[in-house]
């Protein structure tokens, strides 16, 4: 059976698509995949699902690698090998603020994603805060009066200038990388190792 590779959807499977091709791999079939969620390639399968999901279908061994963001491996605890870094996704974790935002003298309230890292953070910290769980556009938080700050990605830094937030803090830099599930490594190490070798084959990686 052909190794299985499970691919974060969106950002991270363009971004790997393209260093994949760069290292010589057929994309063909996965770039014309349509709405498919499983594709062959002559010497591989692909699965395609959101990053947490990734993430469990590797720990489960219906993937035997995955592609998926540092960010998610640091939020989900999830018994996977982590391989190595890769030359994209990098990103970095951020508190962010309304501009000149003065905090309240009672608990803050931190809107994010990724509660886990939030919380563990403000833990080691010795602060308590109250944590809401938001899906995605967290930005809107601090702007709608939700929360005083957000913990989440940033890159470019765009989307926080163009909703009026500043950086109060960074304090986590991921990108992404390279997962295998435990067992698949031993049984499989002949066919898997020169996928490993070559995506190792990288400059910039973080
Ligand atoms: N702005 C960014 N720049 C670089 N990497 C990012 C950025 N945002 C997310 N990532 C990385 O890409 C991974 C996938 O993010 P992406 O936004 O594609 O999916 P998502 O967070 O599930 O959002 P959506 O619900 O919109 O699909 C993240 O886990 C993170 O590692
Ligand atoms: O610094 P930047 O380059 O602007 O990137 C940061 C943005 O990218 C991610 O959002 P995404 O596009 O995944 O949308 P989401 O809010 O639905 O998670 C992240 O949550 C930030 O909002």
């Not at 890292?117 to 910290?125: D, H, L, N, S």
């Amino acid at each position: 059976m052909k190794p299985v590779i499970a691919l974060t959807k969106g950002r991270l499977e363009t971004q790997f698509l393209k260093y994949f091709s760069g290292l010589g791999f057929d994309i063909e079939p996965i770039v014309n995949k349509g709405r498919k969620l499983r594709v062959e390639t002559d010497d591989l399968q692909f699965i395609f699902a959101k990053g947490p999901d990734v993430v469990t279908y590797v720990q489960y061994g219906i993937a035997d690698l995955g592609i998926v963001g540092g960010d998610i491996l640091a939020e989900y605890t999830a018994d996977v090998y982590d391989l190595l870094p890769l030359p994209f996704g990098a990103c970095r974790m951020a508190v962010a603020t309304e501009k000149g935002k003065v905090w309240p003298d009672q608990k803050k309230t931190i809107a994010s994603k990724y509660t886990g890292i939030t919380k563990a953070f403000f833990k080691e910290k010795g602060e308590s805060v109250e944590i809401i769980k938001l899906e995605g556009s967290v930005e809107l938080a601090p702007i709608l009066g939700l929360a005083d700050a957000i913990v989440d990605i940033v890159e470019t830094g765009t989307t926080l200038k163009e909703n009026g937030l500043v950086i109060d803090e960074e304090f986590m830099h991921f990108s992404a990388r390279l997962i295998a599930n435990r067992s698949s490594l031993k049984i499989k190490r002949e066919e898997l190792m020169p996928i490993i070798e070559k995506l190792s084959n990288q400059e910039g990686a973080q």
